[in-house]
């Protein structure tokens, strides 16, 4: 079974407009991650957030995480049509060490 | 500093036959991961190799086996092919420190 699940599965909205998507979880973390792919290629790091922080940004990226909720959203803001990608959030469980545990993806369609 | 490469990107195997994909880790990097990605779905963790030894293993049976050299490159190699091992296998490296880089990839078939 995976660790996060993210929601929604899929996104279709027009460029310039932002997306938001979530994640949940359901152990204790160490830190959780976010990762793009497109084309069903390799996984691009986007970014990491650490279980003692609640907000992070970079670029256009804003992740959220309230480990009391055990869930996390990632937000892009003003989407570009290059932005189209399936969007995975990834947790790395305590004790794991480093080992990370996948979500389902959400795949977002950005359209010009 | 160059990244992860896999090889090879495609590979079409019968059912029953034997694989062996290769991975090259970014520089630097000491420890390697493997992932399986079933389409539509989000990536599996194989196991993971830190300084050549194997360092925690998901829910694979022994028929999945991996290898890391001196240089930290990496093999995963699978015994007795079966149709739902057609997936997207993916290698990463990393430090000790969290995150990944990912390779491309490599797309294997099982017919």
């Known amino acids: 079974s995976q660790q996060g699940e993210e929601d929604p599965q899929a996104l279709s909205i027009q460029e310039g407009e932002n997306a938001t998507m979530n994640c949940s979880y359901k152990?204790?973390?160490?830190?959780l991650q976010w990762y793009r792919q497109n084309s069903g290629r390799g996984l691009v790091h986007l970014i990491l957030i650490r279980s003692n922080e609640r907000e992070k940004h970079s670029g256009r990226l804003r992740v959220t995480l309230d480990t009391s909720k055990k869930s996390s959203s990632l937000l892009i803001t003003a989407s570009r049509a290059a932005d189209t990608a399936s969007y995975f959030c990834?947790?790395?469980?305590?004790?794991?060490?480093?080992?990370?545990?996948f979500g389902g993806g959400t795949r977002v369609l950005v359209k010009p | 500093e160059t990244g992860v490469t896999q090889s090879p990107t495609h590979l079409i195997k019968t059912r029953g036959q034997q694989v062996t994909l290769r991975c090259s880790s970014q520089?630097?990097?000491?420890?390697v991961s493997w992932y399986q990605q079933a389409l539509g779905q989000g990536p599996q963790f194989i196991f993971q190799?830190?300084?050549?030894?194997?360092?925690g293993r998901g829910n694979f049976p022994p028929r999945f086996s991996g290898l890391q050299f001196p240089n930290y490159s990496s093999e995963l190699n699978v015994n007795a092919l079966e149709l739902d091992d057609s997936a997207l296998y993916l290698c990463a490296s990393s430090t000790q420190r969290p995150g990944y880089t990912f390779g491309s990839g490599t797309r294997l078939t099982v017919v």
């Open positions: 152990t204790s973390i160490n830190n």
């Open positions: 520089s630097g990097h000491n420890t």
């Open positions: 990834a947790t790395d469980v305590e004790a794991a060490g480093n080992k990370l545990t």
């Open positions: 190799y830190y300084r050549e030894e194997e360092n």
